[in-house]
């Protein structure tokens, strides 16, 4: 046979490999895209059916050919109270069948994989609004790739644009998550968006806040800048509870409020703030932790100073966790009775620290509270100290970092920066003084405060032994203070 003829059989033989590789990966992605609608179906029915709306992919159609297939589906989103309007969302794409789909060979790609497909959301009744925002471009557009190793990375965009709904003036830039998961989506996520915006008039008000609230306010703004985010989600063996770490950065955010009084307006703004949030499981017990930090925060231009706020709750319960988050929490019995079962593993709550960094100092709080049992009828008479295991409770201020706060703060009622002044320090005076009096706190030259602390099994505060037979009293009017 000469080298011809080899080479022509040599195209065949690749040929038909190829052919027959896009026809098995073709069949196999569209067993597996079936599978993933079922399953995603599945986690959202358990996932929505405690937050008052049903989600749902429906709809579903799947037309496979030799080298690549169409797909389209509608996700419909149903409120559970009657007369509020239902949503459908159709999508519609392409997949490309492996291990070389065109798409990928156009862009001289040539790593094999089992699929990769495009997806976009199609125009209708519900979407046509979101389409006339983005000036015309497809407002959600995604890429999905899959490889042998069952692994899905891929993106999703979501186009900028500006938007008036029910009174609500919005507008956004472009936003995209990209991901590496499982076949189950469960992975990494990242995204990004460069700006949001929202203003409120009296109107819209009305419809989207909390009534309380909305009497009282004319108008409200909102701004969101430089928002990055990642989140790593991992499943456990109960369906409601999944473990892992979020991190989200937000360059700035600004909420500016008018009223319908005399109020004078607030503008609220926090600047380089970043949320860091872990959640991790230990047996059968969840441990969750969550640390905030702005670096720069002012009201009305003036500055307040750095926040940080740090919080950890260990020893939960996993399954009355999922119990709970399985049942929702409006039910008071529900949340009474998993309260009291999560008291029984002997929580622990940290709060370290609570604290704002000013220009004149720092006025800094502290918690940490674990529990050695749940044993409230021992407690009852008179033996509280034996349900904690750890007990502490701490506040400390520069005396100057408080004025200044409370000056700040008193501007916000109208009064020129003099007057405020005055005020926060007449104020400071007669709350140390009156502080004192009452032995709540402890005053230096430059600081004062406060310290609840068990020790060698005695409650201390500010350094005196409180007889147990008196900390239920003291108790009372700690909180009532």
């Given at each position: 046979?000469?080298?011809?003829?080899?080479?022509?059989a040599l195209?065949?033989?690749?040929?038909a490999?190829?052919?027959?590789?896009?026809?098995?990966?073709?069949?196999?992605?569209?067993?597996?895209?079936r599978?993933?609608?079922?399953?995603v179906?599945q986690?959202?029915?358990?996932s929505?059916?405690?937050?008052?709306?049903?989600?749902?992919?429906?709809n579903?159609?799947?037309?496979?050919?030799?080298f690549?297939?169409?797909?389209s589906y509608?996700i419909?989103?149903k409120?559970?109270?009657?007369?509020?309007e239902?949503?459908?969302?159709?999508?519609?794409?392409?997949?490309?069948h492996?291990?070389l789909?065109?798409?990928?060979l156009?862009?001289l790609n040539?790593?094999?994989?089992?699929f990769?497909?495009?997806?976009?959301?199609?125009?209708?009744?519900t979407?046509?609004t979101?389409?006339?925002a983005?000036?015309?471009?497809n407002?959600?557009?995604?890429s999905t790739?899959m490889n042998?190793?069952?692994?899905m990375?891929?993106?999703f965009?979501?186009?900028g644009?500006?938007l008036?709904?029910?009174?609500v003036?919005?507008?956004?830039?472009?936003?995209?998550v990209?991901?590496?998961t499982?076949?189950?989506?469960?992975g990494r996520?990242d995204?990004?968006?460069?700006?949001?915006?929202?203003?409120f008039?009296e109107?819209?008000l009305?419809?989207?806040?909390?009534?309380?609230?909305?009497s009282?306010?004319?108008?409200?703004?909102l701004?969101?800048t430089?928002?990055?985010?990642?989140?790593?989600?991992q499943p456990t063996a109960?369906q409601?509870i999944?473990?892992?770490?979020?991190k989200v950065?937000?360059?700035?955010?600004?909420?500016?409020?008018?009223y319908k009084?005399?109020?004078?307006?607030?503008?609220?703004?926090?600047k380089?703030?970043?949320f860091?949030y872990n959640?991790?499981q230990?047996?059968?017990?969840?441990n969750?932790?969550?640390?905030?930090?702005?670096e720069?925060?002012s009201?009305?231009?003036?500055?307040?100073?750095?926040?940080?706020?740090?919080?950890?709750?260990?020893?939960?319960?996993?399954?009355?966790?999922?119990?709970?988050?399985?049942?929702?929490?409006n039910?008071?019995?529900?949340?009474?009775?998993?309260?009291?079962e999560?008291?029984k593993?002997?929580p622990?709550?940290?709060?370290?620290?609570?604290k704002?960094?000013?220009?004149?100092g720092?006025i800094e709080a502290?918690?940490n509270?674990?529990?050695?049992?749940a044993?409230f009828?021992?407690?009852?008479?008179?033996?509280?100290?034996s349900?904690?295991?750890?007990?502490?409770?701490?506040?400390?201020?520069d005396?100057?970092?408080?004025?200044?706060t409370?000056a700040v703060?008193?501007?916000?009622s109208?009064?020129?920066?003099?007057?405020?002044?005055q005020?926060?320090?007449e104020?400071?005076?007669?709350?140390?003084?009156e502080?004192?009096?009452q032995q709540?706190?402890?005053?230096?030259?430059?600081?004062?405060?406060?310290?609840?602390?068990?020790?060698?099994?005695?409650?201390?505060?500010?350094?005196?032994?409180?007889?147990e037979?008196?900390?239920?009293?003291f108790?009372?009017?700690?909180?009532?203070q």
């Amino acid at each position: 046979m000469n080298k011809s003829k080899v080479a022509v059989a040599l195209v065949v033989v690749l040929g038909a490999t190829w052919i027959g590789g896009a026809w098995y990966t073709g069949k196999t992605a569209e067993s597996e895209y079936r599978r993933q609608i079922e399953y995603v179906n599945q986690k959202m029915a358990v996932s929505t059916g405690a937050e008052g709306v049903a989600v749902k992919i429906d709809n579903v159609k799947f037309e496979r050919g030799l080298f690549s297939s169409d797909f389209s589906y509608d996700i419909l989103i149903k409120p559970a109270k009657e007369g509020e309007e239902s949503w459908t969302l159709p999508f519609e794409g392409k997949l490309h069948h492996g291990p070389l789909p065109l798409d990928r060979l156009s862009k001289l790609n040539v790593s094999p994989v089992m699929f990769s497909a495009t997806t976009q959301i199609v125009k209708n009744d519900t979407t046509k609004t979101w389409f006339e925002a983005t000036g015309g471009k497809n407002p959600a557009v995604g890429s999905t790739v899959m490889n042998y190793s069952q692994r899905m990375s891929g993106d999703f965009a979501i186009a900028g644009g500006k938007l008036n709904y029910q009174g609500v003036d919005m507008s956004w830039t472009d936003a995209a998550v990209v991901y590496d998961t499982d076949k189950n989506g469960d992975g990494r996520y990242d995204y990004k968006i460069g700006n949001i915006k929202a203003f409120f008039n009296e109107e819209s008000l009305q419809t989207f806040i909390d009534p309380e609230d909305a009497s009282v306010l004319k108008t409200m703004d909102l701004e969101i800048t430089d928002l990055k985010g990642g989140h790593e989600v991992q499943p456990t063996a109960l369906q409601k509870i999944f473990i892992g770490e979020s991190k989200v950065i937000i360059g700035n955010m600004k909420y500016a409020y008018t009223y319908k009084d005399e109020t004078p307006p607030i503008a609220v703004e926090f600047k380089n703030t970043a949320f860091d949030y872990n959640a991790a499981q230990n047996g059968d017990f969840l441990n969750y932790a969550l640390k905030n930090k702005s670096e720069s925060i002012s009201l009305n231009q003036k500055p307040l100073g750095e926040l940080q706020f740090d919080i950890q709750l260990n020893h939960l319960s996993a399954k009355v966790m999922n119990d709970l988050a399985a049942m929702g929490a409006n039910d008071p019995q529900v949340n009474q009775a998993a309260g009291l079962e999560l008291l029984k593993n002997q929580p622990h709550l940290q709060i370290s620290p609570l604290k704002l960094t000013t220009p004149n100092g720092k006025i800094e709080a502290g918690l940490n509270i674990e529990l050695a049992n749940a044993d409230f009828a021992q407690a009852l008479q008179g033996k509280i100290l034996s349900l904690f295991k750890q007990l502490n409770v701490q506040f400390s201020a520069d005396k100057s970092a408080l004025e200044n706060t409370l000056a700040v703060f008193a501007e916000l009622s109208g009064i020129s920066k003099e007057e405020a002044a005055q005020f926060a320090k007449e104020e400071m005076d007669a709350l140390i003084q009156e502080g004192v009096q009452q032995q709540l706190i402890v005053s230096g030259d430059k600081d004062i405060g406060s310290t609840l602390l068990l020790e060698n099994g005695e409650l201390k505060f500010n350094g005196n032994v409180i007889p147990e037979e008196h900390i239920g009293m003291f108790l009372m009017g700690l909180m009532m203070q």
